[in-house]
């Protein structure tokens, strides 16, 4: 008996804008024609959750961050990395509610602070960071943090006054910015970081030169050119996807080594 070809398992973090049924309805059909594969998409709560599944190979490739990225980059190979607004970068935001004045995380001292995720650089590496340039830990600078385990949930925090400020991917406040305006306008960015690699698609390095992922690359490069993969970078408000560098990331791993160096 023939067994049947294993589904291409792609994962995606909460770095991916939402959870929207129409966008990933049109990611999965476009993936599988332009692969000639049953492409399988997986869905988890936090990045540990997906990073664990890709490093271990339990998925084929997967939508993550520079953070993990960095973290894993022995046991990680880059396949692609987005390109937004003419960019392969993007940058962190620290936002507050709307009409608040400041310029600098020194004017956040002793709020409430929402985080995105534990792994997320945008939505807690830089701040961390941040405060390690100054030789402080968040617990010794905000009065409370927690996590939201989301962007979107970030922006939803302060703006309905849960966090008094939050630690936000930029790319995904300023999607919103376009999809939930009446959400975004109750939030301002305070401080908006240097430009840092975008978070890429990954594949656990003894998976690098299968055929699969070089079936995923060639689709996701050929995104553009199909009228499924166009609608499907409109949702996303993306260019396209491009090969590529790990130095794209060397900014987040030198905050990674700030951040140790505090202990």
Same mark, same amino acid.
């Given at each position: 008996?023939?067994?049947?070809?294993?589904?291409?398992?792609?994962?995606?973090?909460?770095?991916?804008?939402?959870?929207?049924?129409?966008?990933?309805?049109?990611?999965?059909?476009?993936?599988?024609?332009?692969?000639?594969?049953?492409?399988?998409?997986?869905?988890?709560?936090?990045?540990?959750?997906?990073?664990?599944?890709?490093?271990?190979?339990?998925?084929? %490739?997967?939508?993550?961050?520079?953070?993990?990225?960095?973290?894993?980059?022995?046991?990680?190979?880059? *396949?692609? *990395?987005?390109?937004?607004?003419?960019?392969?970068?993007?940058?962190?935001?620290?936002?507050?509610? %709307?009409?608040?004045?400041?310029?600098?995380?020194?004017?956040?001292?002793?709020?409430?602070?929402?985080?995105?995720?534990?792994?997320?650089?945008?939505?807690?590496?830089?701040?961390?960071?941040?405060?390690?340039?100054?030789?402080?830990?968040?617990?010794?600078?905000?009065?409370?943090?927690?996590?939201?385990?989301?962007?979107?949930?970030?922006?939803?925090?302060?703006?309905?006054?849960?966090?008094?400020?939050?630690?936000?991917?930029?790319?995904?406040?300023? *999607?919103?910015?376009?999809?939930?305006?009446?959400?975004?306008?109750?939030?301002?960015?305070?401080?908006?970081?240097?430009?840092?690699?975008?978070?890429?698609?990954?594949?656990?390095?003894?998976?690098?030169?299968?055929?699969?992922?070089?079936?995923?690359?060639?689709?996701?490069?050929?995104?553009?050119?199909?009228?499924?993969?166009?609608?499907?970078?409109?949702?996303?408000?993306?260019?396209?996807?491009?090969?590529?560098?790990?130095?794209?990331?060397?900014?987040?791993?030198?905050?990674?080594?700030?951040?140790?160096?505090?202990?």
């Amino acid at each position: 008996m023939v067994r049947a070809a294993q589904p291409f398992r792609f994962g995606l973090t909460p770095v991916f804008l939402s959870s929207d049924l129409e966008l990933l309805e049109a990611l999965q059909r476009y993936l599988s024609a332009a692969m000639g594969a049953d492409v399988q998409l997986v869905l988890k709560r936090t990045y540990q959750e997906i990073t664990s599944q890709l490093v271990s190979g339990l998925l084929d %490739a997967a939508w993550i961050c520079g953070f993990p990225f960095i973290a894993y980059r022995r046991e990680l190979e880059l *396949v692609a *990395v987005p390109i937004w607004r003419g960019r392969m970068t993007y940058q962190s935001y620290l936002i507050v509610s %709307a009409g608040r004045e400041a310029s600098a995380i020194d004017d956040l001292r002793g709020d409430i602070h929402a985080f995105s995720d534990p792994d997320s650089n945008s939505g807690y590496l830089v701040t961390r960071a941040l405060l390690a340039e100054r030789g402080i830990k968040a617990p010794d600078f905000f009065k409370r943090t927690f996590f939201t385990y989301g962007h979107r949930n970030v922006v939803r925090a302060v703006a309905a006054g849960l966090a008094q400020s939050g630690s936000v991917d930029g790319y995904v406040w300023e *999607v919103m910015t376009e999809t939930e305006a009446e959400l975004t306008r109750q939030t301002v960015p305070a401080w908006r970081s240097d430009w840092m690699g975008f978070p890429p698609i990954a594949t656990a390095a003894n998976n690098a030169a299968t055929e699969g992922i070089a079936k995923l690359r060639k689709a996701l490069f050929a995104m553009p050119g199909d009228p499924v993969g166009r609608d499907v970078l409109g949702l996303l408000r993306l260019d396209g996807f491009a090969k590529g560098e790990p130095s794209l990331f060397d900014s987040i791993a030198r905050r990674v080594d700030l951040v140790r160096a505090l202990g």
